[in-house]
């Protein structure tokens, strides 16, 4: 098992703020990367944003690139997701994925995910 605890999540209107936060357990968080990926009514999950075991690299999907930022605390076994300029479209539950190979890709079922914060962007 790879316990994964989401929170942050909450209402907000378009063009505000929340950062969202994952709390790791069960394993040498610093030895995986990690992700968020996010899953909006009636649609399937799309990867967000995701960074290297060391905190040193990052990428992020189109769609919140500059306005999304991921980072990680390794001596809190926390990933983190600091959502800037929330649009209506960004409505969605938000999971934090621990890869369960080192090859795998953020999207693989067979990943470890947590339960998911809901984010609401609405006025």
């Known amino acids: 098992e790879a316990p994964l605890v989401e929170a942050g999540g909450g209402l907000v209107q378009p063009g505000g703020s929340l950062r969202l936060s994952c709390v790791a357990s069960?394993?040498?968080?610093?030895?995986?990367?990690m992700s968020w990926v996010r899953q909006a009514p009636g649609k399937g999950l799309e990867w967000v944003s995701s960074?290297?075991?060391?905190?040193?690299?990052?990428s992020s999907a189109d769609s919140v690139r500059g306005r999304f930022t991921i980072s990680r605390d390794n001596s809190k076994n926390t990933v983190y997701l600091q959502m800037n300029s929330l649009k209506p479209e960004d409505t969605a539950v938000y999971y934090c994925?621990?890869?369960?190979?080192?090859?795998?890709?953020?999207?693989?079922?067979?990943?470890?995910r947590g339960q998911g914060t809901q984010v609401t962007v609405s006025s």
């Open positions: 994925v621990r890869p369960r190979f080192l090859t795998s890709r953020p999207l693989d079922d067979d990943n470890f």
């Open positions: 069960g394993f040498t968080f610093s030895d995986y990367w």
């Open positions: 960074i290297t075991s060391s905190g040193g690299g990052t």
